[in-house]
């Protein structure tokens, strides 16, 4: 069965250019609303234990799918680094990762800017051990795992930053060896794999469309959108939306292993209205657009639409798809569920509200306009606590990485 037509393909180029980046930064704000709410139920070693499980759940299957995708597969560093310019983790800029490769399975990257720790630095250091100690070990080794299960990611020097204010934040190399030990993948990384998100099949790249088809070149030091052919920028949108949806599994999963039903439900949609809020906003201001129709058919809640049933017009229609049989956002929406869709049409007009109607997989969402302004749900308060809530992309050169 082929794929439903993307609701990117109607973007322009130069559109897809600046909205795909945006994605990226969407994806590691999610951690930022979610993680909040499991500090307040689990505590700071029972979250950050939610967040190793579910970048390990997430990041090994989606870093396959974009090397497939872009036709960079390899087992060496490079490939390695490719993956890390295109993955929610590590956003282009807010985490502004520097490469440096010295042949196929030596190589070091540090961080210039690292927006994930000027968010936790403030809490203090035992949050900061957390996140660059305990989470990234784990999880930088379980990234690694999709490209060469023998590559070891291990620090030069990390936060707490000593002196305070040492740049780069933090530096690491890259080796890849025969001796090492295997990295294995985690149960919830191989539950994941049967999942519709893991499986979705997306249209592939047109390589007659004019611009790059592909990421088999060099490395590059920051990735030019702009430069990618309209049908590319398409699939990495798409791509990009189901690192996201697959994030949210294996956040899912961590999070009812240690929560009672209704409250992994509250968590798992208070986490839902941070990210639907700021993500409405950043695709809102990155666009200029002033339509919630429109800013809700570009919004990861609702793509793929290989995922992601619905339609948009004058409404949102959803219809029970592979995304509901997973359990996915989406079944955190519906009539008595509009909170998610509040804060995003909110936050592109706090005079908006969504009326909906149907049932719990089949339902139609209508946008209507009340006398007076909605007040901003303390979920999107929350999350605009990072800095990436308001975070600008700058024009950089995309230069050529060469061994040194």
């Known amino acids: 069965m082929m794929a439903p037509m993307s609701r990117y393909a109607g973007l322009a180029r130069d559109q897809l250019a600046v909205l795909v980046p945006e994605l990226l930064l969407v994806g590691q704000l999610i951690d930022r609303s979610g993680m909040a709410w499991c500090i307040g139920a689990f505590g700071r070693e029972g979250m950050g234990q939610v967040a190793i499980e579910e970048w390990m759940a997430a990041s090994p299957i989606y870093t396959r799918r974009m090397q497939r995708a872009l036709s960079y597969e390899g087992d060496d560093v490079v490939t390695i680094f490719k993956g890390l310019q295109l993955d929610i983790g590590a956003p282009p800029q807010f985490m502004d990762f520097r490469y440096t490769v010295h ?5 070091e990257f540090h961080l210039d800017h690292c927006g994930a720790l000027m968010d936790v630095e403030p809490m203090g250091p035992d949050f900061v051990r957390t996140m660059c100690h305990d989470i990234e ?4 080794d379980a990234t690694a795992v999709a490209t060469n299960p023998r590559a ?8 707490p930053r000593t002196p305070a204010d040492r740049s780069p934040h933090c530096a690491w190399t890259v080796v890849i ?12 990384c191989t539950a994941l794999r049967s999942s519709h998100a893991a499986l979705c099949d997306l249209a592939p790249i047109d390589a007659a469309d004019p611009g790059l088809a592909d990421y088999s070149g060099p490395l590059l030091s920051d990735l030019d959108f702009a430069a990618f052919s309209h049908s590319a920028l398409v699939r990495i949108a798409d791509e990009v939306c189901l690192q996201m949806h697959l994030l949210n599994l294996g956040f899912g999963r961590a999070v009812r292993r240690r929560a009672a039903p209704e409250q992994a439900t509250d968590i798992l949609t208070q986490q839902l209205v941070g990210i639907a809020g700021v993500a409405a906003s950043r695709i809102a201001r990155a666009l200029s657009l002033s339509d919630p129709l429109t800013v809700l058919t570009l919004h990861p809640l ?10 948009v017009g004058e409404a949102v ?8 049989e997973d359990d996915a956002w989406i079944t955190l929406c519906g009539p008595g569920r509009l909170a998610p869709l509040q804060a995003a049409v909110r936050a592109v007009d706090p005079y908006l509200d969504v009326e909906i109607t149907g049932d719990a ?8 306009r009340h006398e007076a302004p909605a007040d901003e749900a303390s979920e999107v308060a929350v999350t605009r606590f990072s800095t990436g809530a308001t975070f600008e992309f700058q024009p950089r050169r995309s230069l050529p990485i060469t061994p040194v």
Do not use: K, M
């Not at 070891?152 to 936060?159: E, S, T, W």
């Not at 229609?317 to 509901?324: D, F, L, M």
């Not at 997989?361 to 209507?368: E, G």
């Open 152 to 159: 070891q990611i291990r620090p030069i020097h990390r936060p």
């Open 302 to 311: 609702l793509n793929p639409a290989a995922y992601v049933t619905a339609t």
């Open 317 to 324: 229609r959803v219809s029970a798809g592979p995304a509901h």
């Open 137 to 140: 070990d784990p999880t930088f």
């Open 177 to 188: 060896d025969p001796s090492h030990p295997e990295v294995g993948e985690s149960a919830d």
């Open 103 to 107: 042949d196929p399975w030596h190589g």
């Open 361 to 368: 997989a089949d339902w139609t969402a209508h946008v209507v």
